[in-house]
C-alpha cells in the first residue's frame, strides 16, 4: 500500500520585498540570503577572508618557488600530491583572487 500522504512546509513568504531571496555584499560582493543563518556565517566568513585577508603562517617543508623584494611575503608550489590542508589553502586563495579578477566562480 502507498504512503499517499504528504507533507508541506513553507519556509518563507515572499510579499514583494526588493531583497527576497538574495543581497549582494557591497564589500567583498559575494550574494547570501539575509535571515538564512547558515549562509549568513558563510557570508561572514567569506567577508572576513577578502578584507583581513586568508591566515596563513607557513607549512613545513613548503616549496619556495620565489621571494619577491621589499616584504614578507614568498611564493610557494603545490602540487597534486600535496596534502589536502595544502590545497583547501590554496582553492581559498583562488576564491578570492576569482572574485576580485570578475571570473565567474564554479564550486
Not at 50 to 75: L, M
Amino acid at each position: 500500500m502507498l504512503n499517499t500522504k504528504r507533507s508541506y512546509a513553507q519556509y518563507h513568504l515572499e510579499l514583494g520585498q526588493s531583497d527576497f531571496l538574495l543581497r549582494s555584499c557591497s564589500v567583498c560582493g559575494m550574494m547570501y540570503a539575509p535571515g538564512d543563518e547558515s549562509d549568513e556565517k558563510l557570508h561572514g566568513d567569506f567577508h572576513k577572508k577578502y578584507y583581513e585577508g586568508i591566515r596563513f603562517k607557513g607549512w613545513r617543508d613548503e616549496r619556495v618557488v620565489s621571494t619577491p623584494s621589499g616584504g614578507n611575503c614568498r611564493i610557494l608550489l603545490v602540487l597534486d600530491g600535496d596534502s589536502p590542508s595544502h590545497k583547501h589553502k590554496v582553492k581559498e586563495v583562488l576564491t578570492i583572487m576569482e572574485k576580485e579578477l570578475g571570473f565567474q566562480i564554479v564550486l
